[in-house]
């Protein structure tokens, strides 16, 4: 019986090697490449990424972010926003229970409040702005601000923006990653990366 080559068979042969030559390459070449590694530079800042997120590295110090910084740079926020912030020895976060992005405000608020308390020794005061939950958390609104104790209220919105109003800064969201995205604007002011003027 003679061994012929048909269309069939060479498709067969095809798809074999390129399954075979796939693998092969994915098992040798992931041993030397490192394909997640991406790294770039901004304002004398070099970040790389890891299993946590996007990192940079101050003063010794590991930093993490969810959005690069020309990511976070097309928000707007008023440019009072972050001395503010820096200024102050207690901060209050604040949201509505049933937002419908509340998993993402309370992401936000948690890697906050764990940067402000954790490396600016900030006191960091969570609670919601719907004036019947004060049994599980405080009752915090704008109302509440005051020039050494601001309030940062993350609220869905039509636009996404940070703004102050009196001594409550606004963060306001179009989409539940705006959130994310104003964390990481805020946490980039805050520690100079960007420039805030």
């Not at 995205?181 to 990366?193: A, F, N, P, V």
Request: net charge negative; hydrophobic share 45%.
């Amino acid at each position: 019986m003679a061994f012929r080559l048909n269309g069939k068979m060479i498709m067969v042969w095809f798809i074999a090697f390129i399954m075979l030559g796939s693998t092969l390459g994915y098992v040798f070449l992931s041993g030397f490449v490192d394909f997640n590694q991406d790294t770039l530079q901004y304002n004398g800042h070099s970040f790389s990424r890891d299993a946590k997120g996007l990192k940079t590295e101050i003063a010794g110090r590991q930093y993490y972010f969810t959005y690069a910084p020309l990511e976070t740079k097309d928000v707007p926020m008023d440019a009072a926003v972050i001395q503010h912030l820096k200024e102050a020895r207690v901060i209050y976060f604040t949201s509505m229970y049933n937002s419908t992005n509340n998993q993402l405000v309370a992401s936000a608020e948690y890697d906050l409040n764990y940067f402000l308390s954790g490396n600016l020794n900030k006191i960091i005061v969570v609670g919601f702005a719907d004036n019947n939950l004060s049994i599980i958390a405080p009752h915090i609104a704008c109302s509440n601000a005051t020039e050494f104790l601001p309030v940062v209220f993350f609220e869905d919105a039509n636009a996404t923006e940070i703004k102050m109003e009196g001594n409550c800064i606004r963060a306001r969201a179009e989409k539940g990653e705006d959130f994310l995205i104003e964390k990481d604007r805020l946490l980039y002011g805050i520690l100079g990366i960007t420039d805030e003027q």
